[in-house]
């Protein structure tokens, strides 16, 4: 069994709700656990990723960037990083703004960097923009067109109001995409293999 942890902050619940629609993309699949992990808990324990094969970091978009309390987790692992005890583990990054854009790469990016400076594999969200298939876009899987992560956008309602079908289709997605890429990593089959299960 293979552990994903999905480490993410949300002040208002819509990352959170986000963060649940990706484990069950992950927990569809046999052989996969996912875990949902609040920025704050992980804060005071940095060493719980450890017990984790992959690693999903979640935020929602502040001005640009990744929230305070999500950087004061990866912040936290400050530790780790000198001992580069996270190496060769799979990791990817989802954000949920208001806006379309709304800066939503830059978020994407600060994660990115920091899951390569602990030499994590990063996995991106290679799902083709279903609106350019005759899906309306509202229902389209990655209607926003964000492929190094998934991007979600929510509007003032509550969290269970608040996305369109098409985002909330697309994080099952990313979570189950990121599970099977886990899987293919750790049965060791090769690339070609793997280009091969895609298609
Ligand atoms: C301090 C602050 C900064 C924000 N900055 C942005 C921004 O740069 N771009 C954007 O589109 N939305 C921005 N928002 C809106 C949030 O990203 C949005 O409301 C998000 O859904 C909040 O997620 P949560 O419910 O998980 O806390 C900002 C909100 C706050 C409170």
Not at 75 to 98: H, P, Y
Request: charged letters at 15%.
């Amino acid at each position: 069994m293979k552990s994903v942890a999905i480490l993410y902050h949300s002040a208002h619940g819509h990352t959170e709700h986000i963060a649940q629609c990706i484990r069950e993309g992950l927990s569809g699949l046999a052989g996969i656990q996912a875990e949902l992990l609040q920025a704050q808990q992980l804060a005071a324990a940095p060493d719980e990723l450890l017990h984790h094969d992959g690693l999903i970091l979640g935020s929602p978009t502040y001005l640009g960037g990744v929230s305070a309390p999500l950087k004061a987790a990866m912040d936290a692992t400050g530790g780790l990083w000198r001992s580069q005890r996270l190496r060769g583990r799979l990791a990817a990054g989802f954000t949920v703004s208001a806006l379309p854009a709304g800066d939503k790469q830059s978020t994407l990016l600060s994660m990115f960097t920091f899951c390569m400076q602990h030499g994590m594999l990063w996995v991106g969200n290679p799902i083709l923009p279903e609106q350019h298939l005759g899906v309306p876009y509202e229902e389209a899987a990655n209607r926003l067109g964000s492929w190094s992560g998934l991007m979600a956008q929510a509007d003032k309602a509550s969290p269970g109001h608040a996305f369109v079908p098409g985002d909330i289709k697309t994080a099952r997605m990313f979570g189950r995409h990121f599970g099977e890429t886990l899987l293919r990593l750790h049965a060791g089959t090769s690339v070609a293999q793997q280009l091969e299960h895609a298609r």
